[in-house]
């Protein structure tokens, strides 16, 4: 049995609101983190590595005069916490003056959580052995399914349980604990001239249970890592692109990078002034919904304390809205959307809880056998997307479709297009959505992109 | 803050002090169980931001974080444990978790503790840390005010300081005994430019192991980085749509050094190799890159971003050469790959915080400069880019194919720099891209102090330098066929 230490969590952030106020805050906000992880990674069959630990940590943020300061220690012994709640406040008197610094209104408050099973009990009994014997079934899958898999990066098993708590001047009060376990498996092959082939697959969950068999994780790692054996580039043309979800759940995210408050009231956004317009194709709905229960990102009560609920994004291809917390709503002269995500020790700012582009009916192998000639990616590398402008350049892997089928693998060719044309392009969207992980993405096709390569 | 020295509690007369005793007994706790090796890591870190925002100081941050890691080796095998509580009965129970990674054997005694004597790198008479905060404003506003005064399209600015301090004490079983206080900062403008619907935003920064000094330094005032920032907001509002397909590719100085970080660098951390899963394996020796090139990476640049006196395993950032005229010398070295290669530390073994194992990372990786004037480069080239500015690149360790982002890029056209480039990718495979490097200028520079590496999930701050570079083919990732 682990240990509930949400209770005392709480009362922590209570208590250091408290002392903030004493020491002249006229509000504060105080999140108190707390977390063991478990990590065994196998390499070969023999443990690598098997890391184990706890940390606590607390960010503290005042408000005096409407002049913020945002400070974290991992310091939490009761002395050492009273001088940083008065350090913290001196601070403040650095800032200037922003009348939006103050904390939500009272009434806008979570008052009540919705019971979203972000913790699992069966996921704690887990030892370093145990760790490391599925760590090893997972690798060792890897290995036998296919020879040409000549060697590792290795297959580990992870597991964090944490706590973390909310309390403000404002009168909010709010924790709660979540877990997550996952194993990933690594294999490498041995390709011409020497290069390596390097691949992965990967199961996750807040619940055990819900894991994939540490086998059939190995054998998709080793099959997707094979596949790419004799990967070239292709002579640069403008093609369709097929995302697969992993790929195509980087585009997704994408799209919440330039729909968000902060980002468009900094104007780091080409949709800026497009809200109710069409931004994407009529095939296209994107949601954020955090009320999803056992989801990775699902949260109860969001960083400035608000309910969470649904946004749908992009619906039918129309901008609807875009994710904002209290200080960006107020910016952009609008309530919250109850989006804000806050790192212990950081601001709140808009975030996404469980973000996806929701479900075509179309399966994936309709969409490949639609596409006479294309480009089908599996992974995308580099930091290629300029949100002020739209601008996505981005280097691709995956496979090239002949005929309606998925022919010899790629590397080494960029994909490029407008963000705004990409989306608007998007012609084709899968049936095969699975919210494995916090952002998710069904596959989907791209009418027509830049591909550079010879 | 109060503690207005901000030294370690670890350190001598500090609250937790850490002497020789405490740690040899740590270091036995941690061999209880038959480990072959193992260290101790006192971290103490504290790091403060500035930022500015609509010509206000939004934003004032603090953080302290301390801790120590302990790890374990048994063969290739890690055991780690770590504990933000420096109370002695806390540090044993990581200890004994971190020993853990040894299942039984005889307990090895640690040698006698003895400190490493070490160099300094960067010597700071004031860490900015202690510099009152008022001057730190004034920095910001003259970055804002920088920008904004360079063309009244400039629209919207954000400048933002970051100034930290962190010790570092580590203590090996094998009797070393070293201390590091490695302070850092790094300073960074952002400006929006806005022409009718058009709009475009540019970025500039720097910053390294110094003080407020750093601000003195030639093309590193706040102002001219406010500037900066905005002239390339600005020259991109122009800016067409790159081209798409092979070419040849001319890099400018200092920031290119990303291509080779990632192209090469990368592949030559010796854990890939220990493993043989670098397309760098088995290669030493032999010829990776035109004769033109020689790489290094030096942890000794004074004052360099990348720059360490003592790497996170506690032995002295070195000099150490890769590449020598295309041929593959050496890599670089943590702990565990130096015993797998026989070879001695390379003073590589770094690690973001004491919550890590350390692994073998780049400090300044440099391309040395070759004989070439800059200008004759560029005239040598009919049709391609010049790539001047670049906001980060990732590389595929195993087949070595790397990516880097252009934000500043112009289209090169008989010999001549001529229309701006929409932000744009190069691809590449490294080895092959060395091979394909033609020409090297005598213009080398490094890179001011903003880069930060990421691997597996671990982020350290590095340094990069070049000479101007052409390439004769790779892989443009525009739009325009």
Not at chain 1, 400 to 428: Q, Y
Request: hydrophobic letters at 35%.
């Amino acid at each position: 049995m682990v240990r509930d230490v949400t209770a005392e969590l709480r009362e922590i952030a209570e208590r250091v609101v408290h002392l903030a106020r004493k020491a002249g805050a006229d509000d504060a906000e105080v999140q108190v983190s707390d977390g063991t992880e478990l990590t065994a990674k196998v390499r070969l069959g023999e443990p690598e590595l098997v890391q184990e630990a706890g940390s606590r940590g607390l960010g503290l943020r005042v408000f005096r005069d409407y002049r913020q300061a945002v400070t974290y220690t991992s310091d939490l012994r009761a002395d050492s916490l009273e001088r940083f709640a008065a350090d913290t406040v001196a601070l403040a008197r650095l800032s200037e003056p922003d009348e939006l610094h103050r904390l939500p209104d009272p009434a806008d408050l979570a008052t009540s959580f919705p019971e979203l099973n972000l913790y699992d009990v069966d996921s704690e009994p887990l030892d370093a052995a145990e760790a490391l014997a599925r760590a090893v079934r997972g690798e060792k899958a890897a290995l036998a399914h296919d020879q040409r898999v000549t060697n590792s990066e290795g297959g580990t098993y992870s597991r964090v349980l944490g706590a973390v708590a909310l309390a403000t001047s404002g009168g909010f009060v709010g924790s709660y604990r979540g877990s997550y376990s996952s194993l990933t498996v690594e294999p490498v092959c041995d390709d011409e001239g020497g290069k390596k082939r390097n691949g992965y697959w990967w199961t996750g969950s807040r619940f055990v249970a819900a894991l994939e068999d540490p086998e059939a994780v190995g054998r998709e790692a080793a099959r997707r890592t094979v596949a790419q054996l004799g990967a070239r580039k292709v002579d640069t043309c403008e093609v369709p692109v097929v995302f697969d979800p992993e790929a195509g759940r980087a585009i997704v995210g994408m799209v919440f990078s330039v729909a968000n408050g902060s980002s468009f009231y900094r104007k780091s956004s080409y949709l800026i002034g497009r809200e109710g317009s069409e931004i994407a194709s009529e095939l296209v709905t994107i949601e954020d919904d955090p009320l999803i229960a056992r989801a990775p990102g699902s949260r109860p009560y969001d960083g400035d304390g608000l309910p969470t609920r649904k946004n749908v994004i992009v619906d039918g291809g129309v901008l609807r809205t875009v994710l904002c917390d209290t200080y960006t709503a107020r910016k952009l002269g609008r309530a919250s959307t109850g989006s804000a995500g806050r790192g212990t020790g950081s601001s709140p700012a808009p975030t996404t809880s469980n973000l996806f582009m929701r479900r075509g009916h179309r399966s994936r192998a309709e969409i490949v056998g639609k596409t006479e000639r294309g480009l089908y990616v599996t992974s995308m590398m580099g930091f290629g997307f300029n949100a002020v402008t739209g601008d996505f350049s981005r280097g691709a892997a995956g496979f090239w479709i002949e005929n309606g089928e998925l022919g010899h693998p790629v590397s080494e060719v960029t994909i490029s297009a407008n963000f705004d044309d990409l989306l608007k392009r998007i012609d084709m969207v899968g049936d095969d959505l699975i919210l494995r992980s916090s952002t998710s993405s069904p596959t989907f096709r791209v009418s027509r992109m830049m591909v550079a390569g010879r | 803050m109060t503690s207005d020295t901000f030294r370690a509690p670890f350190a001598p007369g500090g609250e937790y002090e850490v002497d020789a005793e405490v740690a040899r007994r740590l270091l036995a706790l941690a061999l209880e169980r038959g480990g072959d090796y193992a260290d101790l890591y006192f971290e103490y870190r504290v790091s403060a931001d500035y930022v500015l925002e609509e010509e206000k100081v939004k934003a004032v941050g603090r953080g302290i974080t301390m801790g120590l890691g302990v790890r374990v080796l048994k063969g290739d095998a890690t055991g780690y444990a770590y504990s933000e509580d420096l109370s002695f009965e806390r540090m044993a129970h990581a200890a004994r978790m971190a020993g853990q990674i040894a299942a039984g054997g005889g307990a090895a005694a640690p040698l006698a503790i003895q400190p490493v004597v070490l160099p300094d790198f960067y010597p700071v008479a004031q860490p900015s840390l202690l510099m009152p905060p008022e001057e730190k404003l004034v920095i910001l506003r003259a970055a804002d005010q920088g920008a904004r005064g360079f063309d009244p399209r400039i629209s919207k600015v954000e400048a933002s300081l970051v100034e930290q301090v962190r010790e570092l004490l580590v203590v090996t079983s094998d009797g070393h005994w070293a201390q590091d206080r490695q302070p850092l900062i790094r300073f960074g403008v952002r400006a929006v430019a806005e022409d009718g619907k058009k709009r475009q935003s540019g970025s500039s920064g720097g910053g390294g192991r110094l003080g407020l000094d750093y601000f003195e330094g030639e093309n590193k005032s706040p102002a001219w980085h406010g500037r900066e920032a905005a002239r390339i907001a600005i020259a991109m509002l122009d800016a067409r749509e790159a081209p798409a397909g092979e070419m040849e590719v001319v890099l400018g100085p200092a920031d290119s050094g990303i291509l080779l970080h990632e192209a090469v660098g990368h592949g030559l951390e010796a854990d890939f190799n220990r493993k043989g899963t670098s397309n760098y394996s088995g290669q030493l020796g032999n010829k990776v890159a035109s004769d033109l090139c020689t790489v290094v990476d030096d942890g000794t640049l004074p004052s360099s971003r990348g720059s360490i006196n003592a790497d996170d395993e506690g032995n002295p950032g070195q000099r150490n050469v890769l590449i020598e005229n295309g041929t593959l010398v050496g890599y670089m070295h943590d702990r565990l790959s130096a015993k797998h290669f026989h070879v001695g530390a390379s003073g590589n073994g770094r690690r973001q915080s004491f919550r890590y194992m350390p692994m073998p990372r780049m400090t300044n990786t440099a391309l040395l400069p070759g004989p070439h004037s800059p200008e004759e480069i560029i005239q040598s080239v009919k049709r391609g880019v010049y790539a001047r500015r670049f906001s980060g690149g990732q590389v595929n360790i195993s087949n070595g194919d790397f990516v880097f982002s252009l934000t500043e890029s112009y289209l090169i056209e008989d010999g001549k720099l001529t229309a701006p480039l929409k932000g744009v990718n190069l691809i590449g495979n490294g080895p092959d891209v060395l091979r394909h490097v033609t020409m090297l200028g005598n213009d080398y520079q490094l890179s001011d102090g903003i880069w930060t590496c990421g691997k597996e999930g671990q982020s350290v701050p590095v340094g990069v330098g070049t000479p101007s570079v052409k390439i004769d083919k790779i892989t443009v990732g525009g739009t325009e066929k």
